[in-house]
């Protein structure tokens, strides 16, 4: 077996018999008004992290979701999109098309704006998505690519790229560590199918999205997630698992590099009202501006004494000068 047919496996019996917090640390659903969760999609909340964005589902995009799960978030983009087929969602284990289909017509009984057309589950792989180039607005997936070794991650990336329209956005939620993972554990497939040993780093995992093709990310949210501690898994250190919430953008790459925005704002404090770097960048005088990790970083070193850049806040929703 190779470990994405243990994966399949893993997920086929969390379908059949679902483990409230099974794969990842259970977290409370995203609520919106009129939304009701029924319970049994609650307890398949096999997430991490959320890949729903309220913000910025406007103009009812059509979403692809890869790994539907028991259909929390397809649900949750379906509260947004509201037309038939708005939701694609991919699935390659039947167990669980069949429990995330179950879950959506209760779900169709709770919420009177809710037709279960509104999403389509199809059977396919992160690999492969049954959908034309530069087809859908949206591409989401949470805690399914962190599973997928490096080389499958990016050949993941490279077909949601191929997916989406130009300008459109690939919604994540993945683990990822602050230390190297032992290969012990990586090589451990139902670890790894478990969102606990896959995990590669935060400067990998941005690295992966850019080599893809994308010009853009940002940084919704990173905090702590889960330890992998020293006694249980045999370590010589705690390793502390993070999750991280990113959208990241089909547009092309600058020729100085991609734009990671991780809630960076630069101030200028010089005499004038305001500072032009004569790259696209005016800061008014006393005014924090958000900025890109790349654009903080030249400005810093521009213009030191008059430019203070603020730290990254991992909360970063839009705005700015660049
Ligand atoms: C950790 S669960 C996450 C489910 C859902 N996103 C959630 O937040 O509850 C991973 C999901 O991806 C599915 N999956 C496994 N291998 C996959 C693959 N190669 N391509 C697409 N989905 C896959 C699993 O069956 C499972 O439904």
Redesign the pocket.
């Known amino acids: 077996m190779t470990y ?1 047919e243990t ?2 496996q893993f ?1 086929s019996e969390a379908a059949q018999t679902p483990q409230v917090g099974l ?2 640390v259970q977290s409370s659903p995203l609520q919106l008004p009129g939304l009701k969760i029924p319970r049994q999609m609650q307890e ?4 991490c992290g959320t890949t729903v964005h309220p913000n910025e589902l406007a103009n009812q995009p059509t979403v692809l979701y ?5 259909g ?2 397809a649900l949750q983009f379906a509260y947004f999109c509201r037309r038939p087929g708005a939701v694609i969602a ?4 039947s167990a ?1 098309r069949e429990a995330a289909q179950r879950n959506l017509e209760l779900a169709s009984l709770e919420n009177p704006w809710f037709d279960p057309s509104f999403v389509e589950i199809h059977p396919g ?3 492969n998505l049954p959908v034309d180039d530069a087809s859908v607005d949206v591409v989401a ?4 690519f962190n ?1 997928f070794e490096p080389a499958d991650l990016s050949r993941a990336l490279t077909e949601a790229y191929r997916v989406l329209k130009a300008g459109g956005r690939l919604q994540m939620s993945d683990p990822i560590t602050t230390r190297p993972i032992p290969l012990t554990l990586q090589q451990d497939e139902r670890l790894r199918a478990m ?1 606990l040993s896959g995990a590669i780093s935060y400067e990998e995992y941005t690295q992966l999205i850019i080599n893809a093709g994308f010009g853009q990310i940002e940084i919704r949210a990173r905090r702590p997630y889960r330890l992998l501690d020293k006694t249980t898994y045999y370590l010589a250190e705690h390793i502390l698992l993070e999750s991280l919430d990113s959208v990241a953008f089909k547009v092309a790459i600058p020729e100085d590099g991609a734009c990671i925005f991780t809630g960076k704002t630069a101030i200028y404090t010089g005499s004038e009202s305001f500072f032009d770097d004569g790259a696209g960048h005016i800061l008014e005088r006393g005014v924090p501006a958000a900025v890109c990790d790349k654009t903080a970083a030249k400005l810093a070193a521009f213009k030191p004494e008059e430019i203070i850049v603020t730290n990254s806040t991992w909360h970063y929703h839009g705005g700015g000068c660049c």
């Open positions: 994405l994966a399949a997920y794969c990842c398949m909340n096999y997430g890869v790994g539907v799960g028991g929390l978030e991919i699935e390659p284990v669980m792989d992160a690999f997936q949470n805690c399914l599973i969102c």
